[in-house]
């Protein structure tokens, strides 16, 4: 937890103490078209990368997925390990990152130790895992990051998953310029398109 540092302009709308995901959220709703973030040839403003995390944590939520249920992410650097990261956090998951130059009998070590019910992972690295290697991980909780026609039969694909999830934080409702979420009451300058 972190004090978020408000400008001098909202600062007599008190300062809040925040996780690593309401940076995020409070970030989407200061500057939404601002770039938060830049891979190779793709770029995602706040607003985008807070959606997408907000429709992750909905489909895991659906999913069945439950509070501090450990999720590994196995994947290279990319613009979605943000958006599972984040959507992680919202859904009260834990995520356990793997380093994705280990050896397939680390990799299965780490997803059993940590006792892991999810991965993702991102299809140029599907081969270094044998999912029967894994027994909490079922199969239909193996999602994969890839493009449809890439994605092994009888694995979930990433975009499909979150595919038709809600954008917008289910632990969120707006009244009188104030927002509430379950961690705390946390205020919405008065030019945000939240505050209007």
Same mark, same amino acid.
């Given at each position: 937890?972190?004090?978020?540092?408000?400008?001098?302009?909202?600062?007599?709308?008190?300062?809040?103490?925040?996780?690593?995901?309401?940076?995020?959220?409070?970030?989407?709703?200061?500057?939404?078209?601002?770039?938060?973030?830049?891979?190779?040839?793709? +770029?995602?403003?706040? /607003? &985008?990368?807070?959606?997408?995390?907000?429709?992750?944590?909905?489909?895991? @939520?659906?999913? #069945?997925? %439950?509070?501090?249920?450990?999720?590994?992410?196995?994947?290279?650097?990319?613009?979605?390990?943000?958006?599972?990261?984040?959507?992680?956090?919202?859904?009260?998951?834990?995520?356990?990152?793997?380093?994705? +130059?280990?050896?397939? /009998? &680390?990799l299965e070590y780490i997803i059993n130790n940590s006792?892991?019910?999810? @991965?993702?992972? #991102?299809? %140029?690295?599907?081969?270094?895992?044998n999912p029967d290697n894994i027994p909490l991980v079922?199969?239909?909780?193996?999602?994969?990051?890839?493009?449809?026609?890439?994605?092994?039969?009888?694995?979930?694909?990433?975009?499909?998953?979150? /595919?038709?999830?809600?954008?917008?934080?289910?632990?969120?409702?707006?009244?009188?310029?104030?927002?509430?979420?379950?961690s705390g009451i946390h205020p919405v300058p008065p030019?945000?398109?939240?505050?209007?």
């Open positions: 937890m972190y004090i978020f540092p408000f400008s001098e302009r909202e600062r007599p709308h008190w300062e809040v103490v925040v996780n690593i995901a309401d940076g995020l959220r409070i970030n989407s709703w200061r500057d939404p078209q601002k770039i938060a973030a830049v891979f190779e040839d793709k +770029r995602v403003t706040y /607003a &985008e990368l807070n959606a997408r995390a907000n429709q992750l944590a909905h489909a895991m @939520l659906k999913k #069945g997925f %439950e509070r501090q249920d450990k999720i590994s992410i196995l994947m290279y650097n990319n613009i979605e390990f943000l958006e599972i990261y984040q959507g992680l956090i919202r859904a009260a998951l834990i995520s356990v990152p793997i380093n994705f +130059r280990l050896v397939q /009998a &680390e006792d892991s019910v999810g @991965l993702f992972i #991102g299809i %140029e690295l599907f081969e270094k895992i079922k199969k239909e909780n193996i999602i994969v990051i890839s493009s449809n026609e890439l994605t092994p039969e009888g694995y979930r694909n990433y975009e499909d998953f979150i /595919a038709g999830c809600p954008e917008m934080n289910r632990k969120m409702s707006i009244k009188k310029k104030t927002i509430f979420s379950i030019d945000s398109p939240k505050g209007r």
